[in-house]
């Protein structure tokens, strides 16, 4: 049967700056933050989307955003699949492959990230998205495909874009 596909970007939530010696994987949230992820996660809850799985950059901002939604969902956290070349650049057919090798089974998946990647991904992949993408903002791309590997702007289409500022 046929089952659509529906890619969920999230951008993780506002981050402190790094104090050196810190490194930019481990800065944390800010309160501001992980309030503005969980209002994100619920906003979207309310409205019947669900991660059958999510992936995430290790960074640990991008992991703290990817777990307050799942506390949200009720998804176990030992599930959240961490993907490393999230953290840097990539192009579709890397995003494409993880999403078929990780999420073969599942139609719904929530992934975690960083900007300029994470806007120049939902860019390409849906025609006319041509915002940025601010922290903890999410853009949800539905695809007329029931394929992983098929997804691309011909079959992508933006069903919702949000982020905390514009929540009424």
């Known amino acids: 049967s046929f089952h659509m596909k529906t890619l969920t970007i999230v951008r993780h939530a506002k981050a402190e700056q790094p104090e050196p010696p810190q490194s930019d994987l481990d800065r944390k949230l800010t309160p501001r933050g992980k ?11 309310t409205r019947g989307f669900k991660p059958g799985l999510i992936i995430s950059s290790p960074a640990k ?8 939604f799942s506390d949200e969902f009720s998804f176990d956290k030992q599930k959240i699949v961490k993907e490393n070349f999230l953290y840097s650049r990539y192009d579709v057919p890397e995003i494409r492959e993880m999403l078929n090798l990780d999420a073969k089974s599942t139609d719904s998946v929530f992934l975690f990230g960083h900007n300029p990647a994470l806007s120049w991904l939902a860019a390409t992949l849906a025609p006319g998205f041509g915002q940025g993408l601010p922290t903890a903002g999410v853009v949800i791309i539905e695809f007329n495909t029931n394929d992983w590997n098929e997804i691309d702007a011909t079959n992508g289409k933006v069903v919702l874009y949000k ?5 009424i």
């Open 35 to 45: 309030r503005n992820a969980a209002e994100m996660a619920s906003y979207l809850h």
């Open 163 to 167: 982020y905390p500022a514009d929540l």
């Open 61 to 68: 901002r991008a992991l703290q955003t990817a777990s307050i």
